[in-house]
């Protein structure tokens, strides 16, 4: 957090602004539109890389909505109007990340990969089985497993050192969706501690969360990769693929390993992460270029 956020709050420019915790938690309605004869392999010359993004796309109108039921489910325990506030607005902007990664998704569902369906619908019996089954403290750590990976991943994605050659509007889809999940990281952190509490328990069910939802963008990646041959061989076969994951290794382990392995921390806190000058920069550009902010 910058030092002048954390002393005056009242300098920001919103009235959302929370004293001495995070800038203002934005919920900007999109308006993101996909070709109908768009080409899977939207990191070019990377078909790999571009499944993993469609598999993470898949998983969020399953996994967003989830998180919303349970943050309705704990907003029962929670009298602390800022926390409130909070829970709110993450809850808002999750409900308009999904609308928009489901256009995305469409738009890829229209090239074929049928059996993208059934893992899906497996998928889909998951969460309902979470939010029926199992206790809201085992809820709230997968919502924090998800948004401690996400947070770390986030920043990892807007300071890597390759650069990307992303078809625009999937890129914009992805880094306005990654900067809300940095605008919000601290909330389903303070809603499990509020909440529920307990170090271990969120570790554990937070790993969980992370294999559970890693897993599914695996299966969507392997799938993909099987069912068009052709893409593969485009950009080098099976040796071009197995190059560029060597070259993106140590990019990984010097710049995302470590954000990764910090939230597993006792001493973890997304309320440490700063949120820098140009994600703020970021942010002001897609509350100008968003049909709607409140
Ligand atoms: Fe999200
Ligand atoms: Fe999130």
Redesign the pocket.
């Known amino acids: 957090m910058s030092p002048r956020l954390m002393e005056d709050p009242e300098s920001t420019q919103d009235s959302h602004s929370h004293v001495g915790s995070h800038q203002p938690i934005v919920i900007r309605q999109m308006d993101f539109d996909f070709p109908d004869d768009i080409d899977p392999v939207v990191v070019a010359g990377n078909p790999e890389e571009s499944y993993l993004m469609i598999g993470l796309s898949l998983l969020l109108p399953y996994l967003e909505p989830y998180?919303i039921r349970t943050m309705k489910e704990a907003k029962k325990q929670i009298r602390d109007p800022k926390l409130l506030d909070d829970l709110e607005r993450?809850s808002a902007?999750?409900g308009q990340h999904y609308r928009q990664h489901m256009r995305f998704n469409d738009s890829i569902r229209l090239q074929g990969f049928e059996k993208l369906e059934g893992l899906e619908k497996k998928l889909a019996a998951d969460y309902k089985g979470f939010t029926k089954n199992r206790s809201l403290q085992f809820n709230l750590a997968y919502a924090e497993g998800?948004?401690a990976l996400?947070t770390a991943s986030a920043r990892f994605s807007f300071e890597r050192e390759a650069e990307q050659d992303i078809l625009p509007a999937v890129s914009d889809l992805f880094q306005w969706h990654l900067l809300e999940?940095l605008e919000?990281r601290t909330v389903?952190f303070d809603v499990y501690e509020h909440v529920c509490g307990g170090y271990f328990y969120r570790i554990v069910a937070g790993l969980y969360a992370q294999w559970h939802m890693s897993s599914f963008i695996a299966r969507v990646t392997k799938y993909m990769i099987e069912a068009d041959p052709d893409a593969i061989e485009r950009c080098g076969g099976q040796e071009g693929m197995r190059e560029r994951r060597r070259l993106a290794r140590p990019d990984l382990r010097k710049n995302f390993l470590p954000k990764l392995l910090k939230t597993y921390s006792p001493r973890y806190t997304p309320h440490d992460i700063p949120f820098e000058a140009e994600l703020q920069e970021m942010a002001t550009h897609f509350s100008e270029v968003a049909r709607s902010t409140r």
């Open positions: 998180l993450f902007q999750e998800f948004e996400t999940e919000h389903a």
